[in-house]
């Protein structure tokens, strides 16, 4: 059931300096636990219930916040569902030609810098491939400094407001604490895992995505964009199978792994998810102005960056270096990176190469979250996905420091027109609502 606010409501609203502090309680723990709290009401004068934050139910700090999220969203009377400016007359189908220039723009260059960073992050390992854990732990703590150095340039030239500045942290915390652990598992699953299996499995990514925007977001969705939706994900799984033994990818395999990474997709996807809901908030409380892209990055980054730090003995274990060797290693690979020292046979390329990819990587991230913002996070996952068979191309043709090819089987091509496919079932006029 949709509620819709036609006239002002005899309902006294408290301030949302108070509710925002009552749904988002600053530095919540989030974690693990079994059960799920009781609703409470906000106090004596407030007429909608909010989540109890325990210490003791670090899990549920996540299922609070997702249900303060619906159920803020009701009490406003908002319906993230359609955008329509009639609440009484059905929303126009959506069409091709009704897609804003900017959606199609934020499309182009994300898909062109997710082509580049793939390759490029494919160069950047030529030289650093005794590295990449190094190389990982550089990208996410480096960004942290670069994105707040641009947020205090923004701020300072006005950009930014205190308003922005004052958006419920607590938000950010499960942004960060979802894709830390996303990460965390994923690298437990990858190092079990085939290498054909890793990019299929991920695919399940965009399948998490559908699920948690219909119950975090209340969307809507056709069958003809749900069919599109999976028609993609499936075109980019034959595609990348391309000339492997795909009956035996899982041959011998415990089912935990596969297991763990299909359960680190459903934790970058809750983020992405979050992270789009951000920006719908924010857009009712800041008078017009639309919330800046590096706010949401730079605490994002910044909190995903200190669950990393805490999980860094669990992490380089699983990356087969022990906790009490990190500092060695770590100063080998910067003797790597910057190509300098008696021990860099083999990192040739450096400083280049990785400098390239980290650059593209850090322009593709800010695409990603430009485009979440400017539509959702399922048309930015659309966009990404697009980008991987083009990738797997320009892969298979003779690259500097890669000049061997890889030749492309029938299944490449088979799964690049089930993709494409896919796309124009997504895009087709809709009798249903936009988002």
């Not at 550089?138 to 150095?149: A, M, P, Q, S």
């Not at 079990?192 to 969307?219: C, D, E, K």
């Not at 796309?423 to 009798?431: C, D, F, G, M, S």
Request: glycine share 6%.
């Amino acid at each position: 059931m949709k509620f819709r606010c036609l006239a002002p409501s005899p309902v006294p609203i408290p301030p949302p300096a108070t509710r925002l502090q009552a749904l988002f309680v600053r530095n919540a723990p989030i974690g693990f636990h079994h059960s799920i709290p009781p609703l409470i009401p906000l106090s004596h004068h407030s007429h909608f219930p909010i989540p109890r934050f325990s210490p003791h139910s670090d899990y549920n700090s996540i299922i609070n916040i997702v249900t303060a999220i619906r159920l803020k969203a009701s009490f406003n009377g908002r319906d993230f569902r359609a955008r329509s400016s009639s609440p009484d007359s059905p929303p126009p189908p959506p069409s091709p030609s009704s897609i804003s220039q900017q959606v199609i723009v934020s499309s182009a260059f994300t898909i062109a810098f997710a082509v580049a960073n793939r390759v490029l992050y494919k160069l950047a390992l030529v030289p650093m491939k005794e590295y990449p854990f190094f190389l990982a732990q550089l990208t996410t703590f480096g960004y942290v400094i670069v994105y707040f150095v641009i947020l205090y340039m923004r701020y300072n030239g006005g950009v930014v407001t205190d308003e922005m500045m004052a958006q419920p942290k607590s938000l950010y915390v499960a942004i960060g604490v979802l894709e830390a652990l996303g990460v965390a598992l994923g690298m437990v699953a990858a190092a079990m895992l085939p290498g054909p299996a890793i990019p299929i499995l991920s695919q399940t990514f965009f399948v998490w995505q559908l699920i948690l925007s219909v119950f975090i977001l209340g969307r809507t969705y056709t069958i003809s964009q749900i069919a599109g939706c999976l028609l993609v994900a499936i075109g980019v799984a034959v595609a990348v199978t391309s000339g492997s033994n795909a009956n035996q990818l899982l041959y011998g395999v415990e089912l935990v792994w596969p297991v763990l990474m299909i359960a680190s997709s459903a934790f970058q996807a809750g983020a992405s998810i979050i992270k789009e809901f951000v920006f719908i908030d924010a857009a009712s409380r800041l008078k017009g102005k639309t919330l800046d892209i590096f706010v949401v990055n730079s605490f994002g980054s910044g909190f995903q960056a200190l669950f990393v730090l805490l999980f860094l003995p669990f992490l380089s274990s699983m990356k087969g270096i022990p906790f009490a060797q990190l500092p060695s290693y770590f100063k080998s690979g910067v003797g790597c990176f910057l190509n300098i020292g008696a021990s860099t046979s083999g990192c040739e390329g450096s400083p280049l190469l990785p400098l390239l990819y980290i650059a593209t990587n850090l322009m593709f991230n800010v695409s990603v979250l430009n485009l979440v913002k400017t539509s959702s996070a399922v048309v930015s996952s659309l966009a990404v996905m697009l980008s991987v068979p083009i990738s797997i191309y320009i892969l298979s043709i003779p690259l500097p420091y890669l000049p061997v090819t890889s030749s492309l089987g029938p299944f490449f091509l088979f799964g690049s027109w089930i993709l494409v496919l896919g796309l124009i079932l997504y895009t087709l006029p809709q009798a249903s609502k936009q988002h």
